[in-house]
């Protein structure tokens, strides 16, 4: 079995977002756009990103009959591949559900918490400069920022998945 990271990005607006609708609302609704994805294949390929035209192609493209999917926040992630793509993987890998059993629920456990918690540097993901605008409304270098801080989380949700499956946290 193979294990690969996926972090999504998607279209949110001050109404539209993970805030105020739950998560199968937020994806299902005719609002949803993702921008693309950050995807790490192998543990030692650097994560890459593809925005949703090269996205559609090259999850196609994976057998994904021996897939271990990894993502911070599955329930997000994986019904957006599930219900967009019609993509189920073998297995998935929830790192905000890990670290919930193993931090508690006194503290949060969104991806920048526990990063800061494994000692990994914030996210840097410029959300503020994506809120209300699609894919083709923004500007070459604000794409660039939002597929380099997808990468980043993506490299950061192995290494905190690999740390909990090591004990070392």
């Known amino acids: 079995m193979r294990y690969v ?7 949110f607006d001050k109404e539209y977002s993970l805030n105020k609708l739950s998560t199968e609302h937020y994806i299902r609704n005719p609002l949803f756009e993702a921008h693309g994805a950050a995807i790490k294949w192998q543990p030692d390929i650097p994560a890459r990103w ?3 035209r090269a996205l559609k ?6 057998d994904w009959s021996d897939v271990f999917l990894i993502a911070h926040h599955m ?4 019904l957006i591949l599930s219900y967009h793509y019609g993509i189920i993987p073998a297995m998935y890998g929830c790192t905000l559900s890990m670290s919930r059993l193993l931090l508690g629920n006194h503290i949060s456990v969104s991806l920048d918490s526990v ?3 494994f000692g990994l540097p914030a996210k840097t993901t410029p959300y503020k400069d994506f809120i209300g605008k699609h894919w083709h409304e923004l500007e070459q270098d604000v794409k660039n920022n939002i597929a380099d801080g997808a990468c980043d989380e993506t490299e950061s949700v192995w290494i905190i998945f690999n740390r909990i499956m090591k004990g070392d946290y």
């Open 57 to 62: 192609a090259v999850l196609a493209e994976e």
């Open 75 to 78: 329930q997000f992630d994986g």
């Open 115 to 117: 990063k800061t918690i």
């Open 5 to 11: 990271v996926l972090d999504f990005e998607t279209y």
């Open 50 to 52: 593809y925005d949703a």
